[in-house]
């Protein structure tokens, strides 16, 4: 099957960001996302023998190297083997996802520990941030870590960590799940606080900063 584009309307355009000279005859696989090349050749496929259309969530490459995510409804034209397909799609922000944000925390990781290397741990310590960085990383990676095991990747006394953890549960950022083993984990309020950050420095926003 070769998934020839015949024709479209000019909000596909848009959603490409190509001109209409630019995708007559065009092979579907040139503005797939990578990722998504088999799901939608699986769908294609699928659609041979069926009647009943499909939907799929698929990304689409622009030229300038971006995806945009769009919704598809795909169905059978005729018995020519042509397919008509419906899309919708949201601009701006796309849902980042647990790869990107993941590497997002490693990339913020790696800034607090050259601040520390070039500034010293006696003018930046941010032991906040560096709790809730390194039980991010534990949860994104499927490790379970204690709060003895944090305080010593970030050089923090034992008493001065239990006192965050106290203050950091208070404010329901971080949860103890078992006492005598001192295991701890973010919370669901506070997995989705951090990914909001870590989403920010994937697409950086003005903030607005105005008088009271």
């Known amino acids: 099957m ?3 584009v015949l024709d479209f309307d000019e909000g596909f355009c848009q959603l490409v960001r190509r001109r209409p000279d630019q995708l007559v005859g065009l ?12 799901k939608s050749s699986e769908m294609l496929v699928s659609l041979i023998n069926k009647a009943s259309p499909t939907h799929i969530r698929k990304g689409y490459v622009r030229p300038d190297g971006s995806v945009i995510k769009a919704d598809l409804l795909v169905s059978k034209f005729g018995n020519e083997g042509r397919l008509i397909a419906t899309l919708s799609w949201t601009e701006g922000q796309q849902e980042s ?24 741990k006696d003018l930046f310590s941010d032991h906040v941030g560096l709790i809730l960085l390194h039980l991010y990383l534990a949860e ?11 305080a010593k990747l970030i050089s923090l006394p034992a008493q001065s960590m239990d006192r965050w953890v106290k203050a950091l549960t208070q ?7 078992d006492d005598a083993s001192g295991y701890i984990q973010l919370s669901q309020d506070g997995i989705l ?17 105005g008088e009271a």
Do not use: C, M
């Not at 944000?101 to 520390?116: G, N």
């Open 2 to 4: 070769t998934g020839i």
């Open 193 to 209: 606080r951090l990914e909001r950050l870590f989403a920010a420095t994937l697409a950086p926003e003005a903030l607005a900063v």
């Open 171 to 177: 404010r329901g950022l971080l949860e103890v799940i």
């Open 97 to 120: 996802s647990p790869s990107k944000l993941w590497k997002a925390a490693l990339r913020v990781k790696h800034i607090y520990d050259a601040r520390i290397i070039e500034l010293g």
């Open 140 to 150: 994104a990676e499927g490790r379970v870590v204690t709060a003895s095991q944090v």
């Open 27 to 38: 092979s579907y696989k040139a503005i797939t996302a990578p990722d998504d090349l088999l």
